[in-house]
């Protein structure tokens, strides 16, 4: 059975922080992996990652894959209130399969 | 980005009515849209696959006849909870891959409360 797994699930931070979120995963035929931020309604796409070790970066948040070891990083670095959200984490699996397995999410809360 | 949308963004019905949440997507086609519902403090869970032009393909657990989806066209799914009872309320969100590419985008969401 396909698995993703995100660690940690809760996480508190001062601003100006920098945090590292973590996931793993076991799905067949793995084909790229999904980050996803979620406030209060439906999630936002943040990257998708299909190489190896090539970090995609968007302003303060980044990501990197490690298909060896199956799994990704998510980084925030100099965090803000803004950054509070639950982090989602998602893979796709199999040959010309959309469906995604999602993790459970780290629920990032960043106080002043 | 491209962008997928809902309607309503919230929805309100009495015990036993139907309920019916669209998902377009505005500036792509979707061969393919994904249903999802999520209770509160929980993560999405898959409720079923809307294919263009073929039958939905349903998770296991979840009642086809009760959750009626319909793919009819390229930038249009439906899904319409029949007989909705109080534990149907719940954030019921859809998602779009880009065709070619892994970008799958999501909707804003549905809040569907059952009185």
């Known amino acids: 059975e396909d698995k993703v797994v995100q660690s940690p699930l809760s996480l508190v931070v001062h601003e100006g922080d920098t945090v590292t979120l973590n996931c793993s995963y076991e799905?067949?035929?793995?084909?790229?992996l999904l980050w996803y931020k979620q406030e209060k309604k439906a999630p936002t796409f943040l990257f998708m990652l299909t190489s190896s070790g090539i970090e995609k970066k968007s302003g303060r948040l980044s990501s990197i894959l490690d298909k060896k070891e199956l799994f990704s990083i998510l980084n925030i670095t100099a965090t803000q209130t803004g950054d509070s959200a639950v982090y989602l984490c998602a893979a796709y699996s199999g040959a010309g399969s959309y469906q995604l397995t999602f993790g459970k999410g780290t629920k990032l809360s960043v106080i002043p | 980005g491209a962008v997928v949308s809902q309607h309503p963004s919230w929805v309100i019905c009495k015990s036993g009515t139907s309920v019916k949440i669209e998902c377009r997507s505005l500036?792509?086609?979707?061969?393919?849209m994904f249903w999802y519902r999520q209770f509160p403090k929980q993560s999405l869970m898959l409720m079923a696959t809307?294919?263009?032009?073929?039958?939905?393909?349903?998770e296991q657990g979840v009642e086809k006849d009760k959750f009626l989806i319909n793919h009819a066209s390229l930038t249009l799914s439906t899904l319409t909870v029949t007989s909705a009872h109080p534990e149907d309320s719940s954030f019921y969100i859809c998602s779009a891959p880009i065709g070619g590419t892994d970008t799958q985008y999501f909707g804003p969401g549905t809040r569907l409360t059952v009185l």
């Open positions: 809307s294919n263009e032009g073929s039958k939905a393909t349903y």
């Open positions: 500036d792509f086609q979707a061969t393919t």
């Open positions: 799905v067949t035929n793995f084909r790229s």
